[in-house]
């Protein structure tokens, strides 16, 4: 891996271009379909069309003369689509029109456009099906922007009319999309901004602010999920939209830059190819894996040193408050009755989370006939019991208690022990600072004694959206609804309940809400099982839910 030179964030970047652009131009072979084997000439198509895109970007984004790399994939290209096996193809196969119309477009860029070509393209344009069979939004616009960047008429629906179609423009929630969602995103932008060479006509109630917080919420995923190929697309629409004052672009350049391999390759991310495409051949495989990645930090580079790309201020980002009174409200009422039904000992974090949720709300006497049933009921508990669920959860119950006067013989009992054993301590380990902290907040433990015993380290497992989100897409796809609650209320806890994130996964977990108030959607019929995941899920929301609700008054 390549190391960052601090201080140089220009020549850095043209660095990244430039050894990105040699490398695949030395392999530049590899994109010739009449050399590939059968099962990869369609591979192959596409790398074509994609490499000579980016050449023909070149042309139109820097004044310079091509050269080096780009003036070598410019002839390769050049010499490919010159060749009647390849573009009469275009007669033949219409639906693919695109990818020989993208080869054109880019030659025509480069000053190098054939008129025979261009006469197959506008034959196969105005042929009844290449441009009108069923294509989804970002695929018309690419349809699109390609004609237009070929030079070639058409009467199809403008772009202005089909951007309010796209994924982009009709308000995704981050948390939901999957990797297919995010390439439909990037590639609105491009198409849209033609590569931020124009300001396009956004449909009414578009919010370029949103938008830009919508790629930064991306990239933060992204990056947590080291996928360099979509890191480098989001880096691209960030400057397609004129955005370059951005802490999650900063990063962005530093990861690629980071990931890049001293030849110049960025690898891909896992599953970019079919395995069958690169099993047999190891450097077909390193090629077939990095070279789209690899394009798209090229471009990156190029889109950030282009005085044509447009150059704008930061749009403000919308700041709504998640609204969650009114839903934690009635969760903390269901989840109060509910769990006065059940064993205490199973049920005790749903009572702790009560506890914690009516407090958060400020009307303690919701959490009241519980937490005066269950002190009653667990007097006689022995210890196992209250260590086996934390002193999270216990501290979380002798809190509520403590709040309502309300003695429980056994609780006191153990958390006097629990503190005795923190005198004892020379040094409090990182990971037990919460649980002393509970502790300290209950005075059992003085803070004096507390900080005396404190270690160095500290827990910095939540500090940042990053590590928070983690796993937040794979967790909505499984319905994983104690994951998502937990890293909404790691996220609040360190100060990142207006993240976008943060919003976009609360805005989920409150549509999960049934009309009596619990969360979540079992999708079972037996009635023990249906009771017991939604104490279990609504238990994990409440607390996420009042984490977020305290943070409005901080």
Known sequence: MNATQPGDGSAQRRAVETRAVDWLAARRDLIDPAEAATDRVLFARKALIETAFLVGLRARLDPEPLDGGYAALLDQVEEIAARPSYRELIARDEQALLLYAGTYAALRLCGRGDPEFRRLIMQATAGGYASVFERVPYRQLDLLHTLELCGIQHTLPAMDDVLPFTLLCNRPNVVKLADRDIYAITHTIFYATDFGLREPRWPRGFDPGAAVELLEALLVLTMGQENADLVGELLCCLLCLGVRESEEARRAWEFLAGTQEADGRVNGPPGVVHPGLADADDAYGHWATGYHTTIVAALAALLDRSPKVVRRHRPPAPKPRPAVE???????????????????????PAAAAVAHAAKALGEPEIARTLLLDYSE?????????????????????????????????????????????????????????????????????????????????TDASRSTPDTAAAGLPEAWKSYHLGHIASAVRDLAHAGHAQHRIARDAVAFLLAQQSSCGAFGRPACEDPTTRVRTMLSWTQSVVTALATVHTTRFQ
Do not use: Y
Request: with cysteine; net charge neutral.
């Open 326 to 348: 009114q839903a934690l409200r009635r969760a903390v009422v269901w989840l109060a009755d509910t769990s006065r039904r059940h064993d205490p000992i199973t049920c005790l």
């Open 377 to 457: 009921r667990l007097a006689d508990a022995d210890t196992e019991m209250w260590q086996k669920h934390g002193m999270e959860v216990v501290g979380e119950f002798a809190v509520g208690l403590r709040a309502h006067g309300i003695v429980c013989s056994s609780l006191d009992a153990f958390l006097k022990s629990a503190a005795a054993a923190v005198e004892l301590l020379e040094e409090i380990p990182p990971q037990a600072a919460n649980n002393v902290q509970r502790l300290v907040d209950l005075d059992l433990v003085s803070r004096r004694c507390a900080a005396a015993r404190m270690g160095s380290g």
